[in-house]
């Protein structure tokens, strides 16, 4: 890989179309994470490809090339997202919180176990700002601090919107757990 990573600092054509055809599958994977139409998620993938290689004298090979790469992935997904919608809905707003307690609120429910699609597919569920913070937090590694810097909100939003994601997360997939069930 690193091997590839030196052509593709030289501009080296194929480098570059070998680079993009293994990434590609986990690339497109991390855009539709906050993109769901798809054809939109690969104009986003296009965009962030683009950026890694103009980018890509800059790296330093001190982290993952991968987690590199998926970082740009997800902030151009982040820009892809602004342009769409000038207000992105990045709001700790009680009323966007559509939380409905019931007796098993204590259960800690491990999401880890749970096949991938179905995982996916209550984080498809989430709204806009809270998709955003969840996937930034949890599946990308940022901060709340480089959520606030890149979102444009506060740290105490940011927390808000997460917190928020984790219990709309567990009551989707009670819900979900509760029709297979019956």
């Not at 004298?57 to 892809?80: P, T």
């Not at 749970?114 to 937090?137: C, G, R, T």
């Not at 567990?170 to 069930?181: D, P, R, V």
Request: with cysteine.
């Amino acid at each position: 890989m690193e091997e590839l990573i030196e052509l593709c600092k030289k501009s080296d054509r194929r480098a570059q179309e070998q680079l993009f055809r293994h990434f590609y599958g986990k690339m497109l994977a991390v855009c539709l994470r906050y993109i769901s139409d798809r054809d939109s998620a690969q104009e986003v993938l296009q965009e962030g490809f683009i950026k890694v290689f103009d980018n890509i004298k800059g790296y330093d090979s001190k982290g993952s090339f991968e987690g590199w790469v998926r970082r740009i992935m997800a902030n151009c997904a982040i820009d892809a997202i602004r342009k769409v919608r000038k207000d992105t809905h990045l709001s700790d707003n009680v009323n966007d919180f559509k939380y409905i307690p019931d007796e098993d609120e204590g259960e800690d429910w491990d999401i880890t176990s749970l096949k991938a699609e179905v995982a996916m597919e209550a984080i498809q569920n989430l709204s806009p700002a809270y998709k955003m913070v969840f996937n930034l937090y949890v599946l990308e590694d940022y901060t709340h601090k480089e959520i606030a810097e890149a979102l444009g909100i506060s740290e105490g939003t940011s927390k808000s919107n997460l917190a928020k994601a984790k219990m709309n997360l567990q009551n989707y997939l009670k819900q979900k757990f509760i029709h297979i069930a019956s």
